[in-house]
């Protein structure tokens, strides 16, 4: 397969690179750092890159056409940060990670979504935390809960061009992205676990990938909670 992967520089996306190429896939990897990409590329010869900053449409890169006819293209780049205080809202704050999580995956999908093939798989990583309001994740919240929404409604939409789409949604993985948390985090997986669950439901066809799944069952069954009950909860774990 050819699969495109965002944000291969580290954590879940690196880990799905490094996989994806050690079985003999051919990946191009997307990032910023133009050290790390090369780092990456020492792993595997079937590892390409492009180097540019997804949330700055006007310099995304033209593909080569052997970077053309995708089967496999994988938004995974994000960020979080946290709204520390909502009573002196951070708009600047709040643009940043929607930014790259929500607009750089439109921006995306107009620059590559038609160098996908016919059969193809468009693959959202959004996150557990669109389940439920936690917080100080204003930000990162709302950019994941708009993420999935967009899968849905792309899933939908897409089925008549012969595009599948798979939404992801991690709950805790040790990543450079979760080292920065103060609290604990429970059920945390490694990048490696994240991956290989992410290409076992690939490969099975899934429309939504969500693990670990004791974590993912506890955090439906708060949701099903009414919101007065839920915001009495989220208060105590700050
Ligand atoms: N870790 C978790 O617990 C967790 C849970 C649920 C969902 N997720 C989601 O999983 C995805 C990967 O997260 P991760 O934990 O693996 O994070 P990570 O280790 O911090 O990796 C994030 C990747 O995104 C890239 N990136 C960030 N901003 C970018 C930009 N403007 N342009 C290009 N690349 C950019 C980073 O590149 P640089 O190295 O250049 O910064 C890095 O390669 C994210 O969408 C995250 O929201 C993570």
């Given at each position: ?5 965002t944000?291969a ?5 690196k880990a799905?690179t490094v ?7 051919q990946?191009?990897?997307c ?9 990456l590329k020492?792993e ?5 890159s ?5 949330t700055d449409?006007?310099n ?15 938004f995974?780049?994000g960020?979080?940060?946290y709204i520390d205080?909502a ?8 643009e ?11 921006y995306?999908?107009?620059a ?11 693959v959202?990583?959004?996150s557990?935390?669109?389940?439920l309001?936690?917080?100080?994740a ?16 792309l899933?939908?939409?897409l089925e008549?061009?012969?595009?599948a789409?798979t939404?992801?949604?991690p ?5 450079p992205?979760?080292?920065r ?12 676990q ?18 670990p799944?004791?974590f993912i069952?506890?955090m439906k069954c708060?949701?099903?909670l ?8 989220a208060?105590r774990?700050?």
């Amino acid at each position: 397969m050819r699969i495109m992967i965002t944000g291969a520089t580290s954590g879940i996306g690196k880990a799905l690179t490094v996989a994806y190429a050690g079985a003999g896939h051919q990946v191009i990897a997307c990032g910023r750092s133009a050290d790390k990409l090369d780092e990456l590329k020492q792993e595997s010869s079937h590892i390409d890159s492009l180097c540019f900053d997804l949330t700055d449409f006007d310099n995304y890169p033209n593909l080569a056409s052997e970077q053309t006819g995708l089967d496999l293209l994988i938004f995974n780049a994000g960020d979080c940060e946290y709204i520390d205080d909502a009573l002196n809202f951070d708009a600047k704050r709040f643009e940043r990670v929607i930014n790259i999580n929500l607009i750089s995956v439109a921006y995306g999908l107009q620059a590559w979504l038609k160098h996908l093939k016919p059969g193809g798989r468009l693959v959202l990583v959004s996150s557990s935390a669109r389940l439920l309001p936690l917080p100080r994740a204003e930000a990162y919240g709302a950019s994941k809960a708009a993420l999935s929404y967009l899968g849905r409604t792309l899933a939908i939409d897409l089925e008549k061009h012969q595009l599948a789409v798979t939404t992801v949604h991690p709950g805790f993985v040790d990543t450079p992205l979760t080292e920065r948390n103060t609290f604990t985090m429970p059920m945390i997986v490694s990048s490696e676990q994240a991956a290989a669950k992410i290409i076992q439901g690939l490969d099975k066809g899934l429309d939504e990938i969500s693990f670990p799944s004791v974590f993912i069952f506890f955090m439906k069954c708060l949701r099903c909670l009414p919101f007065s009950w839920w915001r009495k909860i989220a208060k105590r774990i700050v």
